[in-house]
């Protein structure tokens, strides 16, 4: 908010001793402590600013906030990526696809996927492992070409 950290941390001290020394008493009525708290550092920088008589921020520089949504370009770039995982996910064995799902769509660790299915760790571990070469070749194919075969074998 300041824009220089020596004044931050003069504002910050500023709110500490007044919290010691009792000035401006918190209200658990008004809201919760920490809003309180961020409002008297808030203050106190805003005081700090106007004693310099300065802005924070030159009116000049001040550029446009950037948009925290993803532009449409972006947008289409995921989605053609995702199809491309999925295409390629599709061409594994149904229980490379079971692991694959389980462990990186749905977040399970290795030992959930071995109780859920009832197979030892190892054996999850190994299909995981094997999966993700298969992946590896499949989605080097499907960028490289656009598309699968479905009668490669891979």
């Excluded at 008004?30 to 300065?54: C, E, H, P, Y």
Aim: charged share 30%.
């Amino acid at each position: 908010m300041t824009g220089d950290r020596d004044l931050a941390e003069e504002a910050l001290q500023e709110v500490f001793v007044k919290v010691w020394r009792g000035i401006g008493s918190y209200d658990e009525s008004k809201g919760k402590f920490v809003a309180w708290l961020v409002t008297m550092s808030r203050n106190s920088a805003v005081d700090l600013i106007r004693k310099q008589k300065k802005p924070s921020v030159p009116l000049d520089e001040v550029a446009e906030v950037e948009s925290t949504e993803s532009s449409v370009e972006e947008t289409v770039e995921w989605q053609e990526k995702s199809d491309q995982i999925h295409q390629a996910v599709r061409h594994l064995s149904e229980e490379q696809q079971k692991m694959v799902q389980l462990f990186y769509f749905k977040g399970y660790t290795h030992e959930t996927i071995a109780e859920t299915c009832g197979i030892p760790l190892g054996t999850v571990k190994s299909r995981i492992r094997l999966a993700l070469k298969k992946l590896k070749t499949s989605l080097q194919a499907v960028q490289e070409g656009g598309v699968l075969d479905d009668k490669r074998e891979l």
